[in-house]
């Protein structure tokens, strides 16, 4: 007599991402909403970066003629890719070019303000006002309480979500 084999079907258990993943997705369900994501998301990451960028950073001897390419924003870039890389390997190395990106854009700033237009910080500090005033009206029409009141991870998982979706398109895994 054979015995009845039990095909049990054995599920991985969820990375602390895919939890993460799920918890920010249950609180952007409406179109409206992830579109305002899309759009303010980026700003708002691209606003923090300016600010820090422009926080006065001391002159270290030690760096030599390097000494104008580390700053506040050097620190912020680094602890969030070392989160991002324990959370995703593949979405942290997606956000440092991401980050990359915003950084090229900050310098451009930079140079206009020296041209003559406004100070960086005036305009990280406008367009943080108008992608969080945006990203609160979208969760109006979400109806459903910001997942930024409940967890303030979700502030960071917000980019990396975007670009894991991003990832989905193409057919490609993000971890």
């Not at 609180?27 to 992830?34: E, L, R, T, Y």
């Not at 960086?120 to 367009?127: A, D, N, S, Y």
Request: glycine fraction near 6%; hydrophobic fraction near 50%; include cysteine.
């Amino acid at each position: 007599m054979k015995k009845e084999r039990k095909s049990a079907v054995k599920t991985a258990p969820q990375k602390k991402v895919d939890l993460l993943f799920a918890e920010y997705a249950a609180s952007h369900q409406h179109p409206s909403n992830q579109l305002i994501n899309w759009v303010c998301i980026p700003m708002i990451l691209f606003s923090v970066l300016g600010l820090l960028w422009s926080i006065p950073f001391p002159h270290l001897n030690f760096l030599g003629r390097y000494n104008g390419f580390v700053n506040w924003a050097s620190f912020f870039i680094a602890i969030s890719g070392y989160y991002y890389y324990r959370l995703s390997p593949v979405l942290s190395y997606m956000m440092i070019l991401l980050v990359f990106a915003l950084s090229l854009l900050v310098v451009q700033l930079e140079k206009w303000e020296v041209a003559g237009g406004p100070a960086v910080w005036l305009f990280c500090v406008i367009t943080l006002l108008f992608a969080i005033g945006a990203l609160f009206i979208g969760q109006k029409i979400e109806g459903k309480e910001s997942s930024f009141k409940t967890n303030v991870k979700s502030v960071l998982i917000g980019p990396i979500w975007l670009l894991k979706l991003i990832l989905l398109k193409i057919g490609l895994k993000s971890h």
